[in-house]
């Protein structure tokens, strides 16, 4: 399978690393604004072909699927344009900069019938894939709350891109959209949110909380932040039992089961799986459902990130927090006032 890589910066070499590691995956091109970045970045991993322009990587028909790992100020962009010239995209999360964008991407991918799948690497990892079948049984009974948080230490100072509204900055989409990922994963789309944050001079959220709620009366907590380092913990809790994840809930090491009247049981990472902190998961899983001919992922399904990037237009709608040539924040539903 031959993948391009658009972009070059630190996730963009990290993925291509893992990449390299898979036996059924070739990286063939890569492209940047800059042809000394791509020229650099195709040195660096051993790619035969580096484009100065995004224009040229999208219309490289020896390419099977396009990485986008630009900043989420430019994924409606970048992705837009791979689709429109007929080729497959996986694209970083924040998946859009609002739900808006998002929807415009996932009706291109439809039109051309290409592949598109938000790169939430959290949802391919094994470990949280048997998390999730165990709540899906019942091991817990109804869920009742969920808790997750996703904070930096910092501080990070006004230039840089997580402080930059023009780069969709703020601790929200690129953080908080885990804790909001991992909530919809258990429960879907919330009914309501409401949410409170601290902003910054440069006007985007330095630290997030926000409450969202469900019509079965079920709640998540969920923090983000970009000036206070969390334990980036997660916790489910049922009507028969809670799963603890004591730390990095997004690429757990472990998790531990509680249920009424039993002994608590812990739930190990396979070193079978390779390291903890792989992106190659999600690749293995774009690579799987272009074989079978697929154009989204069950894993990662189109309308859950859409759904995904409802929430966040909303938390952002509570708070005040916009972006330049944002009207409002995306196309959120009205939901009632925080």
Request: charged share 20%.
């Amino acid at each position: 399978m031959r993948w391009g890589i658009l972009a070059t910066g630190g996730i963009a070499a990290a993925f291509t690393a893992d990449l390299v590691d898979l036996p059924d995956a070739e990286v063939v091109a890569v492209a940047s604004r800059r042809q000394d970045s791509a020229d650099a970045f195709a040195e660096r991993f051993g790619i035969p072909r580096a484009y100065g322009d995004w224009e040229a990587l999208a219309e490289d028909g020896d390419i099977d699927v396009v990485y986008v790992a630009t900043p989420h100020s430019a994924h409606r962009a970048a992705a837009g344009l791979c689709l429109e010239a007929g080729r497959n995209v996986l694209c970083e999360k924040a998946f859009t900069l609002n739900a808006r964008e998002a929807g415009e991407l996932v009706t291109l991918a439809k039109a051309h019938g290409s592949f598109l799948m938000e790169a939430m690497w959290m949802y391919c990892n094994p470990l949280i894939r048997r998390l999730k079948a165990l709540v899906d049984d019942g091991a817990i009974g109804e869920v009742r709350h969920v808790q997750a948080d996703f904070g930096l230490a910092g501080p990070f100072p006004p230039a840089h891109r997580l402080r930059d509204p023009a780069q969709g900055g703020g601790a929200l989409l690129d953080l908080g959209v885990y804790p909001v990922s991992f909530a919809h994963l258990l429960l879907g789309e919330p009914s309501d949110v409401t949410a409170r944050s601290v902003l910054s001079a440069e006007g985007v959220d330095l630290q997030t909380g926000a409450l969202l709620s469900w019509d079965s009366g079920a709640l998540a907590s969920v923090h983000c932040s970009i000036v206070g380092g969390t334990a980036t913990a997660a916790s489910i809790t049922g009507s028969a039992g809670r799963i603890d994840v004591p730390h990095g809930f997004f690429f757990p090491d472990r998790f531990v089961l509680h249920r009424d009247g039993r002994d608590p049981e812990e739930f190990t990472a396979d070193p079978a799986d390779g390291p903890r902190n792989s992106l190659r998961h999600e690749a293995a899983e774009v690579m799987r459902a272009l074989r079978a001919g697929e154009t989204e992922s069950p894993l990662v399904p189109l309308e859950g990130t859409l759904a995904v990037m409802r929430t966040l237009d909303a938390i952002r709608n509570r708070v005040g927090v916009r972006y330049p040539g944002e009207e409002t924040a995306g196309e959120a539903p009205e939901l009632t006032p925080a």
